[in-house]
């Protein structure tokens, strides 16, 4: 088989998403699936595969393909209280029992900042290369995942501002991005575990040598900046980034497997019925080095 990768949307976003196909990605692959997916990855930024039955085994050794991998140290549920490995982000309503979180659980509450346009553990100091999220169960209507390309957004700055954003450090915590949500029921033993990383506001691709915004919501100052007009300056940025002409939207169906890279996109979640099960389950790999070791 050969792996064959088309545009989503060619007219608006020649090289945003990608629908990738030819490949089973539950199998080992051979050098050449591994190296047509990567350089897609570098092209696309976001792949969709459809009709891919991982199990988390699976999911991992085809994840291995890219690089080292995270662990699930961002979640707040830790040991005992956790359903998954900690090779694997539980990105689910559901508890250790396979039951739906109530409307006001903590873990609930916690995983709602998803819906805030983020790139994933940009709280990290060595933060997330691609995140891999696999879709086995789906609830019968919304739960889209929206994805926003920071490479064209960039491109489509003036000079002006891309002269002021060139040589920005802003930090990141999950601290940040759950207060704007009003979430602040941290406990102290995680209030040091997120305790704010530094992260380049503008990145270049290693391999495309494309520059894009860094943008989270887990971005809440800028080195040298008062923390106000930072926030103001970052949530403009974020509003012009995450216009409808550099979003893909993309609807589940049951065994999608959606690969991003973080360095050139957000993402965030969008709301559905939480009455229903929705079960996804995120591998990721990181990056080799901070922003902070790259070149800007
Ligand atoms: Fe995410």
């Given amino acids: 088989m ?5 545009a989503i949307d060619p007219v608006a976003r020649p090289f945003f998403a990608g629908d990738v196909s030819g490949v089973d990605i539950t199998r080992p692959l051979s050098h050449a699936e591994a190296a047509a997916i990567s350089a897609g990855m570098d092209q696309y930024g976001v792949l969709v ?12 050794a085809f994840s291995r393909n890219f690089g080292a991998l995270e662990q699930a140290t961002g979640d707040i549920a830790q040991g005992s209280e956790r359903r998954l490995s900690m090779d694997v982000n539980d990105i689910s309503n559901l508890n250790k029992d396979n039951e739906i979180l109530a409307r006001d659980d903590r873990r609930r509450l916690f995983g709602l ?9 940009s709280f990290k100091a060595v933060p997330a290369k691609y995140s891999l999220l696999s879709a086995r169960r ?9 994805f926003a390309d920071m490479r064209a957004a960039y491109d489509a700055l003036d000079d002006e501002t891309k002269a002021e954003c060139q040589n920005l450090i802003c930090e990141h ?23 704010p990383v530094k992260q380049r506001l503008v990145r270049r691709h290693p391999v495309t040598g494309r520059r894009s915004l860094y943008l989270a919501s887990h971005a ?3 080195l040298g900046w008062p ?6 300056f970052l949530r403009d ?20 497997l959606v690969m991003w890279d973080n360095r050139v996109t957000m993402h965030r979640a969008r709301p559905f019925d939480n009455t229903e099960v929705r079960d996804m389950h995120r591998t990721t790999v990181a990056c080799e080095l901070s922003t902070m070791d790259q070149a800007a």
């Fill in 220 to 222: 809440g100052s800028i």
């Fill in 113 to 121: 900042g998803n819906r805030l346009w983020h790139s994933d553990s």
């Fill in 237 to 256: 940025l974020t509003e012009h980034a995450t216009q409808r002409k550099f979003v893909y939207a993309h609807v589940w169906q049951q065994w999608d």
């Fill in 138 to 146: 789906i609830p019968s209507a919304g739960g889209n995942t929206e």
């Fill in 2 to 6: 050969t792996v064959s990768i088309r």
């Fill in 173 to 195: 915590s999950q601290l940040f991005s759950r207060a704007v949500l009003g979430f602040s029921d941290f406990t102290d033993d995680e209030r040091q575990k997120f305790a």
């Fill in 49 to 60: 595969f459809h009709d891919q039955h991982f199990t988390d085994e699976t999911q991992l």
């Fill in 227 to 232: 923390v106000p007009e930072a926030r103001a």
